[in-house]
């Protein structure tokens, strides 16, 4: 008599499920503008869909990256997985998980100081007052920015901006982390200090990760699998060194 074989697959925990996701702006003729200036009519709006039915699912503790040039979709991918934008079409299933965004000029009220937006940040991301008060002085250690911590956001550079962006998120510890250049941004030492963390934040089994950067050095070293976005469209998709082989050929 055969033995019967039982099916011992395990289960996939995904993190992030996305269907059929698209995503559509509303943008000013060019023409139409300059007929305004003359006739004051209203200038005519087209729309534009930036993202055009992509499908793709990141499993727990997985890091992704998003390449393609500009204008393919990436940035506004990872703000509709962040809950900025809405979908037109489809959906996004995070599956309960807290997430956060490291991307400049996202997520600061410019007219509050760096601790405020601490705070702030650290309530948008789900966490009480008392827990984000026991992180503060971690966060703003780690971000150096001892000395103008209590001044407006609107007075930092973008570097400063970066770090402390970067420090709120990767102290907090969300469940899901969306990072758009953020490593980039920022002088040699922090870099260096922001790459090490992102190594340990990534390393366990419960973080996951979606990174768009134009650095293929960036991409290479701390994704396992890239998404490739051509015109709001995933061109490719698989193991990191494949998809970027095949990308690095496209783009020179």
């Not at 007929?35 to 992509?54: D, H, M, P, Q, Y």
């Not at 922001?194 to 290479?220: A, C, D, F, P």
Request: hydrophobic share 35%; with cysteine.
């Amino acid at each position: 008599m055969e033995e019967r074989k039982e099916h011992t697959e395990q289960a996939v925990d995904y993190a992030i499920e996305i269907e059929d996701l698209k995503i559509r702006y509303k943008t000013l003729n060019k023409m139409s503008i300059r007929k305004s200036l003359t006739s004051f009519r209203k200038a005519k709006r087209e729309t534009f869909e930036a993202v055009k039915g992509i499908s793709f699912k990141v499993e727990m503790g997985q890091i992704v990256g998003l390449v393609g040039r500009n204008g393919s979709g990436k940035s506004t991918t990872l703000r509709a997985i962040a809950g900025i934008f809405s979908p037109d079409e489809g959906k996004i299933d995070l599956h309960g998980h807290t997430v956060s965004l490291l991307s400049i000029g996202v997520g600061f009220n410019k007219k509050l100081s760096g601790r405020e937006n601490i705070f702030l940040s650290g309530l948008l991301l789900g966490f009480t007052e008392k827990q984000i008060k026991e992180k503060e002085e971690e966060i703003i250690a780690f971000s150096e920015l001892e000395k103008f911590i209590d001044k407006p956001v609107s007075t930092y550079s973008s570097g400063m901006h970066s770090k402390l962006a970067f420090s709120i998120t990767a102290v907090l510890e969300s469940e899901i982390m969306l990072i758009d250049e953020v490593l980039s941004v920022g002088d040699a030492k922090f870099k260096k200090k922001s790459y090490k963390k992102m190594k340990s934040l990534i390393g366990g089994h419960n973080r996951t990760v979606v990174i768009v950067s134009h650095n293929m050095n960036t991409i290479e070293s701390l994704c396992d699998t890239v998404i490739w976005l051509h015109d709001g469209q995933i061109k490719m998709q698989g193991p990191t060194k494949d998809v970027l082989e095949k990308y690095n050929e496209f783009m020179s």
